[in-house]
Nanobody, 121 residues
Framework: QLQAYGGGVVQAGGSLRLSCAAS????????MNWHRQAPGKQRELVAS???????NYADSVKGRLTISRDNAKNMAYLQMDSLKPEDTAVYFC?????????????????WGQGTQVTVSS
């Protein structure tokens, strides 16, 4: 189960930090990702981080958004700086996980509930 929080209203040029907490038992997380969906638009992947620390970003957010993880706490963060009105969207965290039960590996993908980010001009 994932829970995302930290959204809010901020002026253009401001900053926000989103957090995503993963909970459950006996699972391990591979990739943790942040997606966003603006009104009337498709959901898009904005940042991803592997368990080893490799990161990738959408071109539209490079240099302004930074994803990080705390693997020990099963947490992911999205530091958002120099925000623009076009960053306004609902932000979702997503995790690709696996669990081994009786020698069988089960994989899955979980989504958080989304947190609203509104950037005013």
């Amino acid at each position: 189960q994932l829970q995302a929080y930290g959204g809010g209203v901020v002026q253009a040029g401001g900053s926000l930090r989103l957090s995503c907490a993963a909970s459950g038992t006996n699972f391990r997380i591979n990739d943790m990702n942040w997606h966003r969906q603006a009104p009337g638009k498709q959901r898009e992947l904005v940042a991803s981080a592997t368990s080893s620390g490799s990161t990738n970003y959408a071109d539209s957010v490079k240099g302004r958004l930074t994803i990080s993880r705390d693997n020990a706490k099963n947490m992911a963060y999205l530091q958002m700086d120099s925000l623009k009105p076009e960053d306004t969207a609902v932000y979702f965290c997503e995790a690709d996980w696996f669990v081994v039960v009786s020698g069988i590996t089960e994989v899955g993908r979980s989504w958080g509930q989304g947190t609203q980010v509104t950037v005013s001009s």
